[in-house]
């Protein structure tokens, strides 16, 4: 889509007006500083899926649509954790982190902070797995794909 | 963009909007000043090429441009000024957005460096008007402002038309800069395709060919893509049965013996039940919508193929399946139909198609839209006649508003050219009749205008007859008076058990007083025998606004209906 202000909120409200579901959305600009590449993750059905394709079109910001779910792509979604690190749960965290391939970027002597990436179902699964009082905190991009192989996406 | 080296010099924003507008061929905007334009109306004042008309109410500017484009081929073009300015147009900028009318509308904004202060008459503009525009701007610099205007020419009249609004903040009006208008403009994301499919159009040929049971219907599409006269060739080589939706009455010729009649809510019952049994229809810039088709559930036929020609891709398979789809300008795709069958020897099956008619002829036996033609009191449906009768050999406009008197006019009033009835179909805004009479009367001036309407609607725009005395213009308003808010009270008497809440429209002026007030004339008309001579006197007062209150039959009900959520042969007949 353009890199114009006021291009997002066309997205998010087409969504809000036509009562489409978003289950998440990410947006920054590509190498090309006049174009921002959105991924927006939504459900429904075939037919629903054709008219949010249809009507994202329409926007006049909108410069292309792809659907990537049409073919094998790549989707990771990164997450923020803090969780509790103290006695004896403080060896069984890093242990979990390690397990999921997560980096502890911060430390504290009662809690660590671990970053993950992956499909949001990995992410779930992480969560999943930890004791849920051990949770403070989390934060989640939403997810960014790309198709797989020569597959692009280009204006 | 570049520019070519050469003596340019500097003008303020204003100067270059008006500019632009001359370079736009605009005629007429219509406006209402406030603090945040004046700087644009001190330019109106300076120039002479686009003539402003004051209204009296943001929404009835609006309104007026949008009939001034509907009436057209032209983009109709409004000015108001930030905030209340702005949300009063919003409702005529909805108006015409739903009905996919080219509108620019410029909007004043507080100075840039007061946006989001909470400035004085400050409002969101393009926040606002975002759900209810093809798209909009805010200009915050003035080297954008004249590429930003050509692009919301651009916008507002191809693919599927709509209103574009540019928001230019009042600094950005005195800001000054050198004026260069480009000639054309293109956008990477914007690019509306206009040929047709030939592979598409010879498969939706070959089925139409082939059906035992045809049936076209045609929408505001053909109106707006100036394709009547392709659809009419059509659908006498083909020899099939045609029906226009509210917004597309005109698109096809209503004398014409092939036409079945309106379809929808208020539908002819033969168009309504051709529609729901045909084998293979043709939708050509039409959207299947709610007040069409009734409930899809119910519209759905297992054998039925659909064939649906339109610019808006997602107006395809959005309320039902499309076997056939095919995308483009439906004035090219229908030429391109043409040419093949004229290439071609293969016709229709004469016997299939004649057994239809048939069909279709017991159908219309019916004789759905009869009423009490000997009533002692005014039959609304009966002006409607009158009017029609009087009048259809002059060059006539007939606008509306909302509600019953729209369903009879659409319904008793027979128009056989594109862009004469001019109508809120889509939005369903009551109100629009007055100041679209207004618009088609300054885009036809020789033309006879005609405002069928109803004394809630009428009020809600009235302040307008002073807009029409300004500028003399003559139109004449037909008021079919029941004293309720007829549409409301039908529903409430067949849905709401008779309890008639709120819909009875108690002090309700002396509109003859209130017309003579205005410097108009006015009429009061309350017997049968009397309708004809009203109309035949206020016609033949060419110069004068003639407002005639007919004071009719108040139990009167619109038949044929299909209830709402109902299928489309589940009619309520009289």
């Excluded at chain 2, 659409?410 to 128009?415: E, G, L, S, T, V």
Aim: glycine residues 8%.
């Amino acid at each position: 889509m353009e890199n114009e202000p006021g291009a997002l909120s066309r997205v998010a409200g087409l969504f809000s007006a036509r009562g489409y579901n978003i289950e998440s959305l990410t947006v920054a600009p590509t190498e090309d500083p006049s174009l921002s590449r959105m991924t927006v993750v939504t459900s429904g059905s075939d037919d629903v899926i054709e008219q949010i394709t249809k009507q994202l079109n329409k926007l006049i910001d909108i410069v292309k649509v792809v659907d990537l779910s049409d073919g094998d792509h790549i989707e990771r979604e990164l997450m923020l954790v803090k969780v509790r690190a103290s006695g004896k749960d403080r060896e069984e965290m890093k242990r979990m982190a390690d397990i999921f391939r997560g980096r502890i970027l911060d430390v504290t002597d009662k809690a660590y902070t671990i970053e993950l990436t992956g499909t949001g179902a990995k992410l779930d699964a992480f969560l999943g797995a930890l004791e849920q009082g051990a949770i403070l905190e989390t934060v989640r991009t939403g997810a960014s794909g790309i198709g797989r192989g020569e597959r692009i996406l280009k204006v | 963009m570049e520019l070519t080296a050469g003596v340019t010099t500097e003008l303020s924003g204003a100067e270059i909007t008006m500019r632009c507008l001359a370079e736009e061929g605009v005629e007429f905007m219509f406006g209402y000043p406030g603090g945040a334009v004046l700087p644009l109306y001190d330019e109106i004042f300076k120039q002479e090429k686009v003539k402003h008309i004051l209204v009296r109410h943001e929404q009835a500017a609006v309104h007026a441009a949008d009939a001034y484009a509907r009436s057209t081929e032209k983009v109709g073009v409004v000015l108001v000024t930030s905030g209340p300015g702005v949300t009063n147009a919003v409702t005529g900028i909805a108006t015409a957005y739903m009905d996919s009318i080219p509108v620019v509308i410029i909007s004043g904004q507080v100075p840039t460096h007061a946006i989001g202060q909470d400035a004085f008459q400050e409002v969101d503009a393009v926040g606002v008007t975002r759900p209810c525009v093809k798209h909009n701007f805010l200009v915050k610099d003035i080297k954008d402002l004249a590429v930003t205007m050509k692009k919301a020419f651009y916008l507002a009249a191809t693919g599927r038309p709509g209103p574009v609004l540019v928001d230019i903040p009042k600094d950005v009006q005195t800001a000054k800069t050198n004026f260069f208008y480009p000639q054309s403009v293109s956008m990477r994301s914007y690019n509306p395709v206009v040929k047709g499919h030939s592979g598409q159009i010879r498969k939706a040929l070959n089925l139409l060919l082939e059906a035992k049971r045809p049936m076209i219907y045609t929408g505001g599409g053909v109106v707006l893509g100036n394709a009547a006269p392709e659809l009419l060739q059509l659908v006498h080589t083909l020899g099939f049965p045609c029906t226009n939706t509210l917004m597309g009455l005109g698109g096809y010729p209503a004398t014409d013996p092939q036409f079945v009649g309106m379809l929808g809510m208020h539908g002819t019952y033969e168009a309504n039940m051709a529609m729901q049994n045909c084998d293979v229809l043709l939708a050509i810039g039409a959207r299947f919508d709610d007040r069409v088709i009734g409930n899809p559930k119910h519209f759905f036929q297992e054998e039925r193929r659909i064939i649906h020609v339109d610019i808006d891709p997602s107006s395809i398979s959005k309320r039902v399946r499309v076997d056939v789809p095919i995308v483009g300008d439906v004035r090219e795709v229908l030429q391109e139909m043409n040419r093949q069958l004229a290439a071609g020897k293969e016709r229709p099956d004469p016997v299939a198609v004649k057994t239809w008619w048939d069909q279709i002829g017991e159908w219309r036996g019916r004789d759905c839209l009869k009423y009490d033609r000997n009533s002692k009191i005014i039959k609304p449906q009966s002006v409607v006649e009158k009017l029609y009768e009087l009048t259809k050999d002059m060059d006539m406009y007939v606008t509306s508003d909302v509600g019953q008197h729209q369903m009879w006019a659409a319904q008793f009033y027979k128009f056989n050219k594109p862009r004469r009835w001019i109508n809120s179909g889509g939005l369903g805004t009551m109100g629009v009749g007055l100041p679209y009479a207004l618009g088609v009367q300054l885009a036809h001036p020789e033309a006879t205008v005609a405002c069928v309407t109803g004394e809630a609607s009428i009020q809600m725009c009235i302040q307008e007859l002073s807009t029409a005395k300004q500028y003399r213009l003559p139109v004449k308003i037909v008021n079919l008076n029941n004293r309720y808010m007829g549409m409301v009270r039908q529903w409430q008497e067949f849905f709401h058990g008779n309890r008639y809440a709120e819909s009875y429209m108690d002090a309700l002026p002396d509109f003859v007083k209130l017309t003579e007030s205005y410097g108009h004339v006015g009429m009061r008309i309350d017997k049968p025998e009397d309708v004809e001579p009203a109309l035949r006197e206020a016609f033949s007062r060419k110069n004068d606004l003639v407002f005639m209150d007919f004071i009719t039959d108040q139990t009167e009900n619109v038949f044929p209906m299909v209830p709402g959520g109902k299928g489309l042969s589940e009619m309520i007949l009289v």
